[in-house]
């Protein structure tokens, strides 16, 4: 486990939690096709849910043993076969544009190398994770699937990353709502399918009324909640940054406590989460 075991063990399950991420099979299929990306694509019934609960045991890291290729910032390694000699470049270069993309648009770049390891997950249940502490981002996937959906999942771990980067140590006790907000918010064409925004994204679920409420943990739930989630996170964390600034998301970034809605909105905003959540909600339908 390395130097996992220098976080505190109660913020590791909501880390490592957090950092699993269940992929949209039809939204990430390349190229987006712009207003193809109906509220049903995020659905992927097929793609398996691995959240831990908080407190139980963490997955091990993988050893980066495979296929190896240096490229700028970044060591990617992948499985041993995972895949064809042709493709090597192709993949260091999509990754390696992945990390800029991510950089600019999440306004600052990694402050050390970050290894990506893609291996192989014979189920073809693509999921990635971040080992932040580590600097290790990592993948599975399978042969059948194109490298893009790695890639995809790549860049929201990359964000985590970043977020480590930019917020120190407090990154392991932020808020669920912000730590995968962020990340998808920070991926996204990566993760909009078409979409410009991810208010746009998830407007056809507000006005429906089927979003659920912004402090609910995933654990338990079923995978599509857990990727309207995603996507709502992402949307509201949007909304902050464009409505209130930078400077005050990211002081709201440090003050979490892990639990969904355990930042401190009221000392940041002068408003409690349901009341920037109203705002939100009328934003992202305007
Ligand atoms: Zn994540």
Known sequence: MGSLRRIPREALGPILLASLLIIMAALLAPPPRPGIA??????APDAPERPLVPGAATPTAMPLSG??????????VS????????????????IGQA??????????????????????????????IAYTVERSVQVFTCPSLPRARAVNIIAHEFVHQLAQDRYGDRHLQADLILLEGVA???????????????AAFVRPWAAAGSTLPLATSYVGRPIGDMNTLYYEWASFVEFLIKTYGRERFDALYVSGHSEPGSADYLGVYGKRLDQLEAE???WVLR
Do not use: M, N
């Open 67 to 76: 296929e190896y290729t240096s490229g700028g910032e970044l060591d990617i």
């Open 38 to 43: 109906p509220a049903s694509a995020v659905y």
């Open 99 to 128: 990390l800029a993309y991510v950089s600019q648009r999440f306004g600052s770049g990694p402050t050390g190398r970050i290894s990506a390891y893609i291996g192989l997950e014979p189920s073809c249940g693509i999921h990635g």
């Open 184 to 198: 998808t918010w920070g991926a996204g064409d990566y993760w909009l399918g078409g979409e410009p925004s991810f």
């Open 79 to 94: 499985a041993e076969g995972l895949f064809p000699a042709s493709e090597k470049d192709a993949l260091a270069a999509d």
């Open 280 to 282: 939100w909600r009328d």
